[in-house]
């Protein structure tokens, strides 16, 4: 028996993932904003968190800052001293996440890399090898992103990717969209390949998380 639903994740919220004011605002004001109401869930933080320090992360990077709900969790993880770059295709979306970062006391730890990632990535191989990657932009990028963070991520570090459910849909529990077979191949990917040893965390709409072996 499967006991986990919406009110274990609760539970388990209550415990580990409440939100101090830096959090809360990030996650009231960028839907408030305007912004999509996509940021991961609180559960899903404090994971990334969580991994994040466990690998002992001095630099991170995220592809997908948004609001900067998620950058928030993975800045205060790492070890002290460390830094996250994030990369940010729209401007709005960075501005407003540049003041939620400040807010929550974490502005000093976080670079936003404004513009299309796949540029921006081009430039960051110079700054590799990364400990801890998040990939959380446009699905269709998945499989470039992985690519490049099998190649810049040291080995023993972590590269994590957001939404391997894809609202269930992957696994035929909701209707597919355009970005299902995306997310099922994808996830194919990553489950055979040689070099990661991976497994999907199940809160929200699911993390693919993997340790980066060879
Ligand atoms: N990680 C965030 C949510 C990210 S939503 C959180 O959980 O809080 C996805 C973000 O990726 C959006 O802000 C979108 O503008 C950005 N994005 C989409 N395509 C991109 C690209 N090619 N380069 C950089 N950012 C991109
Ligand atoms: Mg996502």
Redesign the pocket.
């Known amino acids: 028996m499967t006991i986990y639903n919406d009110q274990i994740s609760q539970y388990t919220t209550n415990l580990f993932a409440i939100h101090d004011k830096g959090l809360q605002r990030a996650w009231d004001e960028?839907p408030r904003k305007g912004l999509?109401a996509?940021?991961?869930k609180p559960e899903e933080g404090r994971f990334l968190q969580f991994l994040t320090r466990a690998c002992g992360a001095k630099k991170a990077l995220?592809?997908?800052?948004?609001?900067?709900?998620?950058?928030i969790w993975i800045a205060r993880g790492l070890v002290p001293g460390g830094k996250l770059i994030t990369?940010?295709?729209?401007s709005r979306?960075a501005e407003i996440a540049r003041e939620h970062f400040e807010f929550a006391g974490v502005g000093e730890s976080i670079e936003i890399r404004l513009g299309?990632?796949?540029h921006a990535l081009e430039q960051l191989s110079s700054e590799a090898p990364f400990d801890f990657v998040f990939i959380?932009?446009?699905k269709t990028?998945y499989p470039k992103y992985l690519a490049w963070a099998l190649e810049h991520t040291r080995v023993g570090g972590i590269i994590a990717a957001?939404n391997a459910y894809r609202k269930g849909s992957v696994a035929g529990l909701a209707e597919p969209d355009a970005y299902t077979e995306t997310m099922r191949e994808f996830n194919i990917s990553i489950a055979t390949n040689p070099r990661l040893m991976s497994t999907i965390y199940p809160a929200g709409d699911g993390t693919l998380v993997s340790v980066k072996v060879a």
């Open positions: 960028t999509p996509i940021s991961i995220e592809i997908g800052t948004l609001g900067g709900y998620s950058g990369l940010e295709l729209e979306h299309d990632a796949h959380d932009a446009e990028g957001h």
